[in-house]
Nanobody
Framework: QVQLVESGGGLVQPGGSLRLSCAAPGFTLGYYDIAWFRQAPGKEREGVSCISNSGTSTNYLDSVKGRFTISRDNAKNTAYLQMNSLKPEDTAVYYC???????????????WGQGTQVTVSS
């Protein structure tokens, strides 16, 4: 089981940016596809983006295309989600998850982190 640790969340004004990080201390993240999910209060969890283990394939939720960018640095055992032009509706707890051979699917990931809160508000 891969242990994942998210960081980088916080409070930001609409139109602002945040970069989330997903680290896997003690594990070789390069074996796994990585996905970012989010869950807002009262809503179901939804897949936001994923990236293949090599970084050559990505996928995005329609509502974040052109604003969010997923990336990874396997040498640093870390994946990232750069979020630009943030909107209040992006407010949620963001989780990263790992699974082999899963991206471009945004479903059925295992090995979740604890989440990091992102709040977009003026």
């Amino acid at each position: 089981q891969v242990q994942l640790v998210e960081s980088g969340g916080g409070l930001v004004q609409p139109g602002g940016s945040l970069r989330l990080s997903c680290a896997a201390p003690g594990f070789t993240l390069g074996y796994y596809d990585i996905a970012w999910f989010r869950q807002a209060p009262g809503k179901e969890r939804e897949g936001v983006s994923c990236i293949s283990n090599s970084g050559t394939s990505t996928n995005y939720l329609d509502s974040v295309k052109g604003r969010f960018t997923i990336s990874r640095d396997n040498a640093k055992n870390t994946a990232y989600l750069q979020m630009n032009s943030l909107k209040p509706e992006d407010t949620a707890v963001y989780y990263c998850a790992a699974r082999m051979f899963r991206c471009p699917s945004l479903y059925d990931y295992a090995d979740w982190g604890q989440g990091t809160q992102v709040t977009v508000s003026s």
